[in-house]
């Protein structure tokens, strides 16, 4: 990943409510969400919905599907993992970081 794909994708998820689409876009998985059910969920108006989708689009983090009439978003994971990688990949001043950070948890170099 590049710096300004991470200062994009940093940059979109520092707005409330994209924190909160996106997240909840993590939890529903592989299977996604539709618009409607995201606004219902967050109780937010579409139209504003809808401008937030695609800012998370353009940074890379929502892949948008048609599926019939209906619209499915999903986090893309594959992005997401990118980011992380890029965030901590000098960890530990550049050693690999302790088993028990690879399974999860935080590391405390």
């Known amino acids: 990943m590049e710096s300004q794909d991470a ?5 979109a998820l520092a707005h409330g409510l994209r924190l909160e689409v996106y997240r909840l876009l993590v939890v529903a998985g592989h299977a996604g969400m539709t618009p409607g ?3 219902a969920r967050l109780e937010v108006p579409g139209a504003t919905l809808s401008f937030h989708l695609k800012e998370l689009m353009h940074a890379g983090l ?6 019939g009439r209906h619209l499915i978003y999903r986090a ?3 992005h997401m993992n990118s980011l992380l990688g890029f965030l901590t990949a000098n960890c530990c001043q550049g050693d690999a970081c302790p088993e028990t950070t690879a399974a999860g948890g935080v590391c405390e170099c």
């Open 37 to 39: 059910a995201i606004a």
């Open 7 to 11: 200062i994009r994708s940093l940059a």
């Open 62 to 67: 929502v892949l948008q599907q048609r599926d």
């Open 76 to 78: 893309a994971f594959e």
